[in-house]
Nanobody, 120 residues
Framework: QVQVVESGGGSVRTGGSLKLSCAAS???????MGWYRQAPGKEIELVSF???????NYADSVKGRFTISQDNAKNTVYLQMNNLETEDTAVYYC???????????????WGQGTQVTVSS
């Protein structure tokens, strides 16, 4: 059973910073982990995703402000968010792509989400 747990959300003023953490537990053949977000009334969108064998991607709206990093030994991924804007307000979800001995095919597991609120 794979579990994905996020932490680190909260409320900040514009220009502030937050760091989100996401840990995946259980037997993991990790193919990638990353972050998505959903703002009120909007569709879920990719924020940043790092693949075990592949590139790291960022949404254009967060490039230069957000940085994804990972601790492979802990199956944990972090999202450092700097210079936050009101448009960054959303529920942030962590996703973990888990394969079965290979990443040719994988299943995506989601966390429960953590709220990030940025006010002016």
């Amino acid at each position: 059973q794979v579990q994905v747990v996020e932490s680190g959300g909260g409320s900040v003023r514009t220009g502030g910073s937050l760091k989100l953490s996401c840990a995946a537990s259980g037997y993991i053949f990790r193919c990638g982990m990353g972050w998505y977000r959903q703002a009120p009334g909007k569709e879920i969108e990719l924020v940043s995703f790092t693949q075990t064998e592949g590139p790291t991607n960022y949404a254009d709206s967060v490039k230069g402000r957000f940085t994804i990093s990972q601790d492979n030994a802990k199956n944990t991924v972090y999202l450092q968010m700097n210079n936050l804007e009101t448009e960054d307000t959303a529920v942030y979800y962590c996703a973990a792509n888990v394969g079965e001995g290979t990443c040719t095919s994988f299943k995506t597991y989601w966390g429960q989400g953590t709220q990030v609120t940025v006010s002016s």
